[in-house]
């Protein structure tokens, strides 16, 4: 069972005495609370070796990373949801139509959530106050509460809005009008399944972990697309779950930053790509979805690292030539596009001969077994910079440089220079040998 350390003010206890209970069957949940953020860092590593993972206040996990830069085990934090924090605006709102946002001041928006979208819906001027601390110190309550004091007393708002319990009986005695704001118990239930989900993954994992990311092949945003959006979300979804029944699959699914996310294993991601040459799930997709989806997997050690391979991968899926699924590993090597009908065929295994190679050139294994696979699916080995750029999807100079490398070391020779109409730069055709290697 997954052990799960919650670092939580000693004031915001109360908030989740109900969660422990709720989650038993699947978690143990050992709370650690703490009075200033300083004692974070004690109890912290007091603690790491006992749990598989920790999850946080927003503010305390601000002030780690700032002291560590990186984790040394999974960490979390949990927030107030957007959805919650609006809903809470209309009623404030509509309780109060007189009151202007530009009078109350919010000490929990900042470029770290992204305002939660605020600045995206009122103009400057109409912009409620934002804390401004830039560093989140052990001094940071005081500092805050001097804000919302200072605005108070300046007679520049009427109202603060904060996430911090630590600092409500303050606010209190000031005779400052103010509202506690803490996610609801179901939105801290829902995120701490959500991290749960993701440490039964790592402990479970006898590989690294593989994220994908699956998003819609759809640009237009504006206001009277959102429920077509919306609607196509919905059947992703639902087709996500149903390829995942059918064949089995074990990955979880979850919502995140508008595309869907896999999580499962390197080991079942080679399953699931033919081992990374073809990509089962796009070519189900493409079957029973009227639209496009552009899928990017990511593989690391840590969630965190291969979310971030995720994201890039499925970048690469948007912009590539042809349409596919992106792979990109621990090492940062990009494979790729795997598709139904056009995919480069990856090797399953390295042998010596082009790991000795590829030292040689200064190619990695990878390119080397794409240009085999180019030549192969062209049915001939002689190529220019530019097709071999179509093909990798890398840039013509980089072509280029990988073709010298190979001319270098004998791998490869031009045989004649092609000028179209007799006019412009002639190009180089390069005959590639790769027999010898074989």
């Not at 005081?142 to 200072?150: D, M, P, R, T």
């Not at 596919?324 to 940062?332: A, L, M, Q």
């Not at 990798?392 to 000028?419: C, F, H, M, P, W």
Request: aromatic fraction near 8%; include cysteine; charged fraction near 25%.
């Amino acid at each position: 069972m997954i052990r799960l350390g919650v670092l939580i003010a000693q004031h915001s206890l109360k908030e989740i005495k109900t969660v422990p209970d709720r989650l038993r069957e699947s978690c143990e949940i050992i709370m650690i609370p703490y009075q200033r953020l300083q004692e974070t860092i004690d109890l912290y590593q007091q603690n790491m070796h006992d749990v598989d993972g920790f999850v946080l206040t927003e503010l305390a996990y601000h002030y780690l990373t700032d002291q560590w830069v990186n984790f040394p085990i999974p960490t979390y934090y949990f927030q107030i949801t957007k959805e919650e924090f609006y809903e809470k605006l209309l009623q404030i709102s509509l309780s109060n139509r007189t009151l202007e946002f530009s009078r109350i001041y919010i000490d929990f928006l900042a470029s770290q959530n992204n305002f939660l979208g605020l600045k995206d819906v009122l103009s400057e001027k109409d912009m409620p106050h934002l804390v401004s601390i830039s560093e989140v110190t052990d001094d940071g309550y005081e500092q805050v509460l001097n804000e919302h004091i200072q605005l108070w007393q300046e007679g520049k708002i009427d109202l603060s809005l904060t996430r911090l319990s630590n600092i409500v009986d303050d606010l209190t005695r000031h005779g400052i009008p103010h509202i506690f704001l803490f996610p609801s118990t179901d939105s801290v239930i829902q995120q701490f399944e959500q991290i749960i989900n993701e440490l039964s993954v790592i402990k479970l994992a006898e590989n690294q972990i593989a994220i994908g990311h699956v998003s819609i092949g759809y640009s237009d945003t504006t206001k009277q697309n959102i429920n077509e959006w919306e609607f196509q979300q919905m059947l992703l979804h639902k087709s996500l779950l149903e390829f995942n029944t059918e064949q089995e699959v074990p990955f979880l699914i979850q919502i995140s930053n508008g595309c869907f996310e896999l999580i499962s294993s390197y080991k079942e991601l080679k399953t699931l790509t033919n081992n990374l040459s073809q990509c089962l799930l796009i070519s189900y997709l493409s079957k029973v979805l009227p639209f496009q989806v552009h899928i990017g997997w990511g593989v690391n050690n840590t969630i965190y690292k291969a979310r971030i391979n995720a994201q890039y991968a499925n970048r690469l899926s948007i912009t590539s030539r042809p349409h596919g699924t992106f792979v990109v590993t621990d090492s940062n090597k990009v494979i790729g596009p795997l598709n139904e009908g056009d995919n480069l065929e990856n090797f399953k295994e390295i042998n010596k001969s082009i790991q000795r190679i590829s030292k040689d050139v200064e190619i990695s294994t990878l390119q080397l077994q794409k240009i085999m696979a180019v030549m192969k699916k062209t049915s001939s080995n002689e190529m220019t910079a530019e097709e071999l750029a179509y093909h990798l999807d890398v840039t013509v100079r980089s072509a280029n440089r990988i073709l010298n490398r190979l001319e270098e070391k004998g791998v490869a020779r031009i045989l004649y220079k092609k000028q179209e109409k007799l006019r412009g730069r002639p190009k180089k055709i390069y005959h590639i040998e790769f027999s010898g290697l074989e």
